[in-house]
């Protein structure tokens, strides 16, 4: 048999079909107002021949290119990879693909995603931003045509839908928890208190102690596990030592239960833990760490649904950018083990 050394054409099918080229592109996009012989015919001979259309001639002319852009600010972090994949998922089904870039929370390196991104025609964009107040980004969204969604963090003042988690609630509920414990001596710690995540989880974690009459002990300069260790340390070593540290970064859960365990500091007996964020070990360590637990998986389905839902409404409303926005909000779920004080006797 012949190998065949070049890509067949839409002229190569239609003839082998016995039809026109119209009557193959129809076929190609759903087969609307092509009678069933003939479509199975044009599709024996798109098998037959290995005819792929051409996404490049779809885009000349102004075809959809079934591209999606993601924009995270890592995929080493868990949470967003994780959101990359149940997106993905979405995606997929959308017969589209996804292209993901990353920023490491550089609104500069952002600003290069989205351009990069815009330069390659993608459908649409599900981005979370570096800095939810930035107005060069949201100016910047505002601009085009193409249809945006927000993960994980909004873009505060703007018109842009957005998928988020209730961080104010969920932090409030684990310091709740803590309390309910007896605990009056509950240190937060915490890095990036730039992010819109980490504000609205250090809002929480002040509102519970202070309607508890309680003082909050709030530290922001954890960025790795070396600065956990020292600040821990130094609220150590004070008069009126935490007898409960809740951590609003799984990074900094990790972290503060290792340092506990090196220096022989028992959990949660001596000091309790409680962490933002479930992670792969936290079931399996001893003492098990009781987390907030966010709702991973369905962040990522909801915010590609909300994106395919605009796309399918730009007929509708030019550019996408007359409908109404639209924030969905999802709640955590607080796991209890033993870290926190659970299941003491």
């Known amino acids: 048999m012949k190998t065949r050394n070049k890509h067949a054409t839409l002229n190569e099918v239609a003839r082998a079909a016995g039809v026109g080229t119209t009557t193959v592109s129809r076929v190609i996009n ?47 972090d868990p949470f967003f990879s994780s959101c990359a994949e149940a997106a993905q998922a979405i995606v997929r089904a959308n017969d589209s693909v996804l292209i993901v870039l990353t920023t490491q929370n550089d609104p500069k390196e952002e600003l290069e ?31 085009i045509s193409t249809p945006v969604v927000t993960l994980d963090r909004p873009i505060e003042g703007s018109k842009i839908p957005s998928v988020v988690v209730d961080n104010f609630a969920g932090a ?50 954890v960025e790795d596990h070396v600065s956990a260790e020292k600040c ?14 809740l951590t609003l970064k799984n990074i900094t859960t990790v972290a503060v239960f290792e340092t506990l365990q090196k220096h022989g500091v028992k959990v949660p007996e001596t000091v309790a833990l409680l962490g933002y964020d479930d ?31 605009r ?17 969905v909000v999802l709640a955590t779920r607080l796991v209890l083990r033993n870290s926190c004080g659970c299941g003491r006797a």
């Open 30 to 76: 759903g087969g609307q107002r092509v009678d069933p012989e003939t479509m199975a015919r044009v599709q024996r001979a798109i098998e037959t021949l290995g005819y792929m259309p051409s996404q490049a001639a779809r885009i000349l002319k102004g075809d959809r290119t079934r591209a999606i852009g993601l924009v995270i600010p890592s995929i080493a």
């Open 113 to 143: 995603a989205v351009n990069m991104l815009m330069r390659h025609r993608v459908d649409g964009l599900i981005i979370a931003p570096c800095n939810a107040e930035d107005d060069v980004l949201a100016r910047m969204l505002g601009r």
């Open 172 to 221: 409030k509920l684990a310091t709740e928890h803590l309390i309910e414990h007896g605990y009056r001596r509950i240190a937060c710690l915490t890095g990036e208190p730039h992010l819109y995540t980490i504000q609205e989880r250090m809002r929480g974690y002040t509102g519970a102690m202070q309607s508890a009459g309680l003082k909050p002990a709030l530290s922001v300069d």
């Open 232 to 245: 821990l340390l130094n609220l150590m070593k004070k008069a009126g030592s935490p007898q409960a540290v």
């Open 279 to 309: 992670f792969q070990m936290a079931e399996a360590l001893r003492p098990s760490i009781s987390v907030i637990r966010q709702p991973i998986e369905e962040i990522g389905h909801a915010a590609a649904e909300l994106l395919f839902e």
């Open 311 to 327: 796309l399918l409404n730009q007929g509708a409303s030019k550019g996408g950018g007359s409908l109404q926005r639209r924030q």
